[in-house]
């Protein structure tokens, strides 16, 4: 009831490209779903993040996809460029307030986008 | 501004040395986190703290303890070290829980021999 599957473990993309990677969750009491970006040797920010009551939140070329009936969300990279080679992580939690409402992790996508 | 900062940056202990991990944050932050991350495994939450004086055991706190005396630092302690500790280590701070932005640090990389 906890996990947060993620896929795909690695991606490799053309730059100009799209980045598609896929998360699903089985909590249906989740209500926050974050992306987190990681670059080699620093630790994850905040890229974007997505509440149920809209299905799409774009911010500039990225853009996540929700879809709650298929307890299902995706994070889009478009026009991929080198600079956006990273570790991509989703997340989710329940957002009614304290810690103890434990923010959980997929396990990373690995991108790499080739010039 | 500093952020999130991580004290010491790379480690190399021996089994059943032990150490202290040092996470210092300037945002006045009430909620406190450490993480570790190995390949395949992504981000698990190992101790946190919802304030000053408080802390919780997250999903995988054996072999760990943790002390917050200041809301400002969040310490991690290994006991005794194992070979099974050896991972990247990474605090993280929000200002309301979890549905808030986290900010982590660089990271601290251990190895343990």
């Known amino acids: 009831q906890q996990q947060v599957k993620q896929s795909p473990q690695s991606l490799i993309v053309q730059k100009g490209g799209i980045s598609i990677i896929n998360c699903a969750y089985e909590?249906?009491?989740?209500?926050?779903f974050p992306w987190y970006q990681q670059f080699p040797g620093k630790g994850p920010a905040l890229l974007i993040a997505i509440r149920p009551d809209v299905s799409e939140k774009k911010e500039g070329r990225f853009t996540i996809s929700f879809n709650k009936s298929a307890k299902q969300f995706s994070l889009h990279i478009m026009d991929s460029q080198p600079g956006d080679s990273a570790t991509y992580f989703c997340?989710?939690?329940?957002?009614?307030?304290?810690?103890?409402?434990?923010?959980?992790f997929g396990t990373g996508t690995l991108l790499a986008v080739q010039p | 501004n500093a952020g999130v900062t991580q004290t010491p940056k790379f480690r190399v202990l021996k089994t059943g040395q032990s150490m202290t991990l040092l996470c210092a944050q300037d945002?006045?932050?009430?909620?406190m986190y450490w993480y570790r991350q190995d390949p395949g495994m992504g981000l698990r939450l190992i101790h946190y703290?919802?304030?000053?004086?408080?802390?919780a055991k997250g999903e995988v706190p054996d072999g760990y303890n943790v002390s917050r005396l200041k809301k400002q630092n969040f310490l991690l302690g290994l006991e005794s070290a194992a070979p099974s500790q050896t991972s990247v280590y990474f605090c993280?701070?929000?200002?309301?829980?979890?549905?808030?932005?986290?900010?982590f640090g660089q990271g601290t990389r251990l190895t343990v021999v």
């Open positions: 997340a989710a939690t329940l957002n009614y307030g304290g810690a103890t409402n434990k923010l959980i």
């Open positions: 909590n249906t009491a989740f209500d926050y």
């Open positions: 703290s919802v304030g000053e004086g408080t802390t």
């Open positions: 945002m006045n932050h009430e909620y």
């Open positions: 993280a701070s929000t200002w309301g829980g979890w549905g808030t932005e986290a900010f």
